[in-house]
């Protein structure tokens, strides 16, 4: 029996730049790290980030992990102030009486917030 999402993995060409960037974008630190991986940790949940490879090159396509925030809109803004640009969205989403969006960071990966 599944019991949730754990864990979502992000292939990056620099993980120096993207552990740098991500540390403010949430900030936060990692909670674990070396030279091909670096991994952070919400509540029960870890956004890992992975040297990309030949088996898994970087690309916009594929599942999107979405982040929930407390403030969309000053989560949206910060992510401008540091490059990101909207993606897709933002959208409001009736049924659960949230807004997603989905935001490009300055290394051409993605991730999604909703709010």
Not at 68 to 75: A, I, R
Request: proline share 3%.
């Amino acid at each position: 029996m599944i019991k949730g999402l754990i864990t979502n993995l992000m292939f990056v060409e620099s993980i120096k730049k993207s552990r740098d960037f991500y540390c403010q974008l949430f900030d936060i630190e990692p909670f674990e790290e070396d030279e091909l991986f670096c991994s952070f940790k919400f509540g029960n949940t870890y956004f890992n980030l992975h040297l990309s490879d030949e088996k898994s090159p970087i690309s916009k396509g594929g599942s999107v992990g979405y982040f929930h925030v407390e403030n969309f809109n000053y989560f949206v803004e910060k992510a401008k102030t540091l490059n990101m640009k909207i993606y897709r969205g933002p959208l409001a989403v009736e049924e659960t009486g949230r807004t997603i969006c989905q935001l490009e960071d300055p290394f051409g990966n993605i991730i999604g917030i909703e709010g």
